[in-house]
């Protein structure tokens, strides 16, 4: 399987955007790169996710470099909600779910006040 | 809609002893997996199943066992505890939607098992 490598660890500070990135060097044309985040105590949820072209929603943006080996997910303005461990993972697209994610240890991002 | 329900929260149990970790979900999703997650590392998949009456292996499935009598319920049962299974279990699920629609999966608030 391919993998992700992520920073152990990044600060921001309150209100200025954050930029998480993501190396993936062995994706594949099929994987799809998603972006889960897990608040302290709390289950993962889920962010955004993206195959080639960049992706915005109501909570982050995805930007996918052309050679798809490395993304970044951009949060516009941190909040000290942000504040928790981001997950970048790779996956297949199968039958229009996203299944069996393989998670890594993953960013914790803290957010200073 | 509740989302994904998890009981108990929290569990102590000893070595040896049986349980059956309790999950379910209101949203008719068809997929539903049971993750567990180890101090300051990520989840690992257990066991999943894609609908009523279907069930397969994750990447550490020894130990636990699943059914999937109905849509809504995805018990997770511990035969025999070690204490290598004390860690944090997160059940989740998703629409296992035709096409091409993305469907995220939605997790659960987690137990934390201790085995003594």
């Known amino acids: 399987d391919a993998k992700t490598t992520q920073p152990n660890s990044m600060e921001s500070n309150e209100e200025e955007p954050v930029h998480l990135p993501c190396n993936h060097s062995?994706?594949?044309?099929?994987?799809?790169i998603h972006w889960y985040r897990q608040l302290p105590s709390q289950g993962p949820e889920y962010v955004i996710h993206?195959?080639?072209s960049n992706v915005n929603n109501r909570m982050a943006s995805l930007a996918i470099a052309e050679d798809r080996k490395s993304s970044t997910l951009i949060l516009h303005r941190a909040t000290l909600r942000d504040a928790a461990v981001y997950y970048c993972?790779?996956?297949?697209?199968?039958?229009?779910?996203?299944?069996?994610?393989?998670f890594g240890s993953g960013t914790q991002l803290t957010v200073l006040p | 809609n509740a989302g994904v329900t998890q009981t108990p929260k929290f569990q102590v149990l000893k070595t040896g002893q049986s349980m059956t970790l309790q999950c379910a979900q209101d949203?008719?999703?068809?997929?539903m997996s049971w993750y567990r997650q180890d101090p300051g590392m990520g989840l690992r998949l257990i066991h999943y199943?894609?609908?009523?009456?279907?069930?397969d292996q994750g990447e550490v499935p020894n130990g636990y066992n699943v059914s999937r009598s109905t849509t809504e319920d995805f018990p997770l049962r511990l035969l025999s505890a070690a204490p290598s299974q004390t860690s944090v279990y997160f059940c989740?699920?998703?629409?296992?939607?035709?096409?091409?629609?993305?469907?995220?999966?939605?997790f659960g608030p987690g137990t934390r098992l201790t085995v003594l």
């Open positions: 989740a699920s998703s629409y296992s939607g035709k096409g091409t629609s993305y469907n995220e999966q939605f």
């Open positions: 062995t994706i594949s044309g099929t994987d799809y």
């Open positions: 993206g195959l080639t």
């Open positions: 993972i790779l996956g297949k697209f199968s039958s229009g779910s996203a299944r069996q994610l393989t």
């Open positions: 949203m008719n999703h068809e997929y």
């Open positions: 199943s894609v609908g009523a009456g279907i069930t």
